[in-house]
């Protein structure tokens, strides 16, 4: 999956833009019926079924008793699984970005109800694979993105995952179906408020969100087994490598807003161990080009430095 490998997502930069609002949203509004949850008969050969309170069968995931009932809109039911097949998943038409493949991470991004955090302006389109706005200047991230950047964490289902970046939430309920704990982050105060909120409503208590700045991590819950990063750093924050466990796998996009790339770097030596050249402790691979909203707060002030 290096960059080399496949020059032709050059292409894509300008669509993978996360939480910045780069690309215009849709100004729309649908409102739906809930009804008992059930799956179309078209994807059940290739999915498990959810039971009513507990693991997706052989997939070990937990999908809230809310999360279930909000899943149960006809509106979006059969959207959400055609996001999935025709525009994430391995069948979908080659496009020169990866498929995303995990089973586990497939299966969470048709299980979490996208529409549930996104205004209601936009609800029409909330299984397209685009950013929409939040407000604040923000968006709620394309899918797609969001089932990379989970895949690439590799997650597990014992894992404590730290996300910078807390947006509108979704990123973090598609981890909570995945992982053990989520600590989560927001800069902007009132989405924080508002995501940790929606979360609660939907039955993600496994999800912890702060208002705050997110260069300094959360250290008094470190170290993490990964660790997310939804908007682009100039450098990787040092705090954050600190509070990585080694062998820990960190996803951010990395550069300066139009030269950025998606990396996934991965921790080889405690930081009392780590050496100076080669790496510095850390593996980075380049997994595509991307075009985030830079990363603001203390991080800025560094850079200055």
């Not at 993978?16 to 649908?30: F, M, T, V």
């Not at 899918?143 to 970046?165: C, F, H, N, Q, S």
């Not at 969100?209 to 087994?225: H, I, L, Q, S, T």
Request: net charge positive; aromatic share 6%.
């Amino acid at each position: 999956m290096r960059l080399g490998l496949w020059m032709a997502a050059l292409t894509l930069a300008g669509c993978l833009a996360c939480r910045q609002g780069d690309i215009s949203a849709p100004r729309a509004a649908e409102s739906g019926t809930a009804t008992a949850l059930s799956v179309p008969s078209d994807t059940t050969a290739s999915s498990p079924t959810v039971q009513a309170d507990g693991p997706t069968t052989g997939l070990n995931l937990r999908v809230p008793k809310a999360s279930q009932k909000a899943l149960a809109e006809p509106a979006f039911r059969t959207a959400r699984y055609e996001m999935v097949e025709r525009t994430i998943g391995p069948k979908t038409p080659y496009d020169g970005r990866p498929p995303v493949r995990d089973p586990r991470v497939l299966e969470a991004m048709r299980w979490v109800p996208r529409h549930e955090f996104v205004p209601a302006a936009y609800r029409r389109f909330s299984y397209a694979d685009e950013p929409l706005e939040i407000g604040y200047g923000q968006t709620i991230s394309q899918p797609y993105i969001v089932a990379l950047m989970t895949e690439l964490l590799k997650p597990k289902p014992d894992d404590r995952v730290l996300e910078i970046g807390t947006g509108s939430g979704y990123q973090a309920a598609v981890l909570a179906l995945l992982v053990n704990e989520v600590y989560t982050i927001e800069i902007v105060e009132p989405l924080a408020k508002r995501a940790e909120k929606d979360l609660r409503r939907l039955g993600y208590e496994n999800v912890f969100v702060r208002a705050g700045d997110g260069y300094r991590g959360w250290p008094e819950k470190a170290p993490f087994d990964s660790i997310i990063v939804t908007a682009a750093p100039e450098r990787i924050p040092q705090p954050l490598e600190e509070q990585l466990k080694v062998g820990g796998r960190m996803v951010l996009p990395i550069g300066p807003q139009y030269h950025q790339e998606l990396v996934v770097l991965t921790k080889t030596a405690p930081d009392g161990q780590r050496p100076r050249k080669a790496g510095n402790g850390l593996v980075r691979e380049v997994v595509i080009p991307v075009r985030f909203v830079p990363m603001t707060g203390e991080i800025q002030k560094v850079g200055k430095e």
